[in-house]
């Protein structure tokens, strides 16, 4: 049949029709072709996750289909026997497309999403009560990674108009997937009355902070 090309050009290309210049194209088989469809089985993952692409036709599954993920190059992986394949994205983030395509069949896309891996803490807010003058008090936080993979601790610092009262142990390093790693911080009153200041929790891909109070 003889298809208008400037108002069918995008309906061509979806379909994996090559185009070329001019005001009509002829097209045969191309517009005929049977259609994949591929459908992932979760449309978010952590960083490190797997996630499974299932690929069908109109009546069954297709084997040996491939299935690319192409942000960073993820790579191509067929489908097995049951029309699946796998894949575990580990080193990157953001929104991404699988695409299905198999000989002649015409191919398909599905978008899915990976949230960047972050560090959590086991307190929202620290407050020492009640220290003497010239005391040390001493609260342990912990910095957890729920994530499947490893998460660089960059920094931890206090902020604040009375942060000299306050102290914190320095770590900095990777934390590993699904563990956390125990600070201690302290408080030192310098003068009576209450004091307050920031911990922050600085990591790969974001900041943390923690209000800190007491009183001297």
Aim: a negative charge; glycine letters at 8%.
């Amino acid at each position: 049949s003889v298809v208008d090309l400037r108002r069918n050009k995008t309906s061509l290309l979806q379909q994996g029709v090559t185009v070329s210049l001019g005001e009509e194209i002829q097209v045969t088989d191309a517009l005929n072709r049977e259609s994949l469809n591929v459908t992932a089985n979760r449309t978010t993952i952590d960083q490190g996750e797997t996630i499974a692409f299932t690929v069908k036709n109109d009546t069954s599954t297709i084997e040996n289909a491939n299935v690319t993920v192409p942000s960073t190059f993820v790579g191509t992986t067929q489908t097995n026997n049951s029309g699946v394949a796998t894949f575990t994205i580990e080193n990157t983030s953001g929104d991404l497309t699988a695409t299905a395509s198999k000989g002649n069949f015409a191919p398909d896309s599905v978008e899915f999403a990976v949230i960047p891996p972050t560090l959590g803490t086991n307190q929202s807010r620290i407050n020492f009560g009640d220290v003497a003058v010239g005391e040390t008090a001493m609260v342990q936080l912990n910095v957890t990674n729920t994530n499947f993979v490893p998460v660089r601790l960059e920094s931890l610092s206090i902020t604040g108009f009375q942060e000299t009262a306050f102290d914190v142990e320095q770590i900095a390093g990777e934390i590993a997937g699904e563990t956390n790693e125990t600070i201690n911080v302290t408080l030192t009153p310098r003068v009576d009355g209450d004091v307050s200041a920031n911990i922050v929790v600085e990591g790969a891909n974001g900041n943390q902070e923690i209000p800190l109070s007491g009183t001297g």
